[in-house]
């Protein structure tokens, strides 16, 4: 038992040692470990309205600038769907969708999704969505944006697409 100890108490010393004190053999090129740059400090600058923020952990937002539109992307027109479930996907431009601030105070250029296919209402705040029993025949989407307290742009912003089912 003795031996074992002395054994292994070899074994961790020899494993300390530092491979700094073994010398470079001659004409052996000389290794140098690989230095790591420093991350760039943040600019500090106030967060005075006149910058977007993009970190994760910033919770304050600027709303986006321009005219907000919307953009059915699938279903596509006249498209023939063999589901009951319909998966329908938009794109939007100058619009923000908040899905925590549904029902809450107005900015402008932010809100939600409010689709309608044929007599089924739906309300999303993600670009993805989908209404399922969907019966067979001829079908309209229709996607509207919408302000954080549910009512419609000023002027209405707007996208219909017909596809049908079989």
């Known amino acids: 038992?003795?031996?074992?100890?002395?054994?292994?108490?070899?074994?961790?010393?020899a494993g300390c040692t530092s491979m700094g004190d073994i010398p470079t053999p001659p004409g052996a090129p000389e290794?140098?470990?690989?230095?790591?740059?420093?991350?760039?400090e943040p600019p500090e600058t106030p967060l005075d309205g006149?910058?977007?923020l993009t970190e994760p952990n910033q919770t304050e937002h600027l709303p986006p600038?321009?005219?907000?539109?919307?953009?059915i992307t699938s279903p596509e027109a006249g498209e023939v769907l063999k589901s009951t479930t319909?998966?329908?996907?938009?794109?939007?431009?100058?619009?923000?969708?908040a899905g925590l601030v549904t029902g809450k105070e107005n900015k402008e250029n932010e809100g939600h999704i409010f689709a309608t296919l044929d007599d089924k209402n739906k309300?999303?705040?993600?670009?993805?969505?989908?209404f399922s029993n969907v019966p067979k025949g001829e079908h309209t989407l229709t996607v509207?944006?919408?302000?954080?307290?549910?009512?419609?742009?000023?002027?209405?912003?707007?996208?219909?697409?017909?596809?049908?089912t079989e």
């Open 1 to 13: 038992m003795k031996y074992i100890i002395a054994l292994l108490a070899v074994v961790l010393v």
């Open 31 to 40: 290794i140098t470990p690989p230095v790591t740059p420093e991350a760039p």
């Open 50 to 52: 006149s910058q977007v």
């Open 65 to 71: 600038e321009g005219t907000p539109m919307v953009t």
């Open 86 to 97: 319909i998966g329908a996907r938009v794109e939007l431009t100058d619009f923000r969708l």
């Open 123 to 130: 309300t999303s705040s993600v670009k993805t969505f989908a």
């Open 144 to 164: 509207e944006l919408r302000n954080n307290d549910r009512t419609p742009l000023d002027p209405p912003v707007k996208a219909s697409v017909s596809f049908t």
